[in-house]
């Protein structure tokens, strides 16, 4: 087929192929979620609608592409980690992190009624994403104690600064300068003394962050294993976590992870195996199974 004339601005367009035998992270960060939490209130400091949709949104991009074998998330941003041997689009990295980003965006879009039911969507939010390249097993497990420490030092930070405003009476003004220069064990002793609340007892999924990983577990309804995107809110920083999960850096399959059975499968779990339906209101309805 002729070409027009124009066809040479083609040769202007740069491939940007990411380096082999690395591990890929994309990071997607919400813009100006300061405003955006603000203007849909979410609670102060955690607003645990706003992380499960987060949560949602990710699981969404992990189901899609298959080659992510962990994600992690806290407050507006999430990580994805890609397979060190990936294919995926031939490693053209604005391809791979515009397609997660938007199908983040899009999902978290999708989603807002499930989790919001109160609040309407004021205006569309928007995510931005990079890609960082770590050539060992080494600096990707240092790349997400990072964000998890990172997850830890706001989270009590912030509880303790709102515990002061919203329970001590404070203003923004005088809880940000009774907290200034103050060690973690400071902030500790301040909640405990001050507020009778006890950090340690504090929710998991807002002091270590959400990691999402592929695990096989036995189905409550007929004890068949079934592929699933778990949810887990532990330390990853210590190696127990790498140990008891050693699939994810070997990039073997799935293992069979023993839920315990004293505790209810989360809910991004349950929908996964259709046979449950996510109700904030309500208890979890338990539905036929559809597949
Ligand atoms: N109230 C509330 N705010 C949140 C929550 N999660 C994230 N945020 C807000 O989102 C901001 C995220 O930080 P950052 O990305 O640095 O700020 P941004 O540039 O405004 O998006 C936090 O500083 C909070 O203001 C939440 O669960 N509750
Ligand atoms: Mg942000």
New binding site residues.
């Given amino acids: 087929m002729a070409q027009s004339k124009f066809e040479y601005v083609r040769k202007f367009e740069t491939e940007e192929k990411l380096l082999p035998n690395c591990w890929i992270v994309v990071r997607i960060?919400?813009?100006?979620?300061?405003?955006?939490?603000?203007k849909h209130n979410?609670?102060?400091?955690?607003?645990e609608s706003?992380?499960a949709l987060m949560n949602k949104a990710a699981s969404v991009v992990m189901n899609e592409f298959k080659d992510i074998v962990l994600a992690y998330g806290q407050?507006?941003?999430y990580s994805f980690v890609l397979r060190k041997d990936t294919a995926l689009y031939n490693r053209r990295g604005p391809k791979i992190m515009t397609y997660l980003s938007s199908l983040f965006t899009s999902s978290y879009v999708y989603h807002w009624n499930q989790f919001f039911k109160e609040t309407k969507l004021k205006y569309p939010p928007a995510f931005d994403a990079r890609v960082v390249l770590y050539p060992s097993d080494q600096n990707l497990r240092d790349y997400l104690s990072w964000r998890q420490a990172d997850c830890h030092i706001?989270n009590l930070y912030n509880t303790t600064f709102w515990a002061l405003v919203l329970k001590g009476g404070l203003t923004n003004n005088e809880a940000e300068k009774r907290l200034c220069g103050t060690l973690s064990s400071d902030k500790n002793e301040i909640l405990f003394s001050e507020f009778n609340t006890n950090y340690n007892n504090e929710p998991e999924m807002f002091k270590k962050g959400t990691i999402l990983i592929r695990k096989r577990i036995k189905s409550p309804k007929h004890g068949k294993a079934r592929l699933v995107i778990l949810p887990l809110h532990e330390d990853l920083i210590q190696d127990k976590f790498w140990e008891k999960n050693s699939e994810i850096l070997a990039i073997k399959t799935a293992q069979l992870y023993e839920w315990p059975e004293e505790s209810p499968l989360p809910s991004l779990v349950l929908s996964q195996l259709h046979i449950g339906e996510f109700d904030r209101d309500k208890e979890i309805v338990i539905i036929e199974e559809t597949d």
Avoid: I, M, V, Y
């Fill in positions: 960060d919400g813009r100006a979620f300061h405003q955006f939490s603000t979410f609670k102060k400091p955690n607003d706003a992380l407050s507006d941003e706001n």
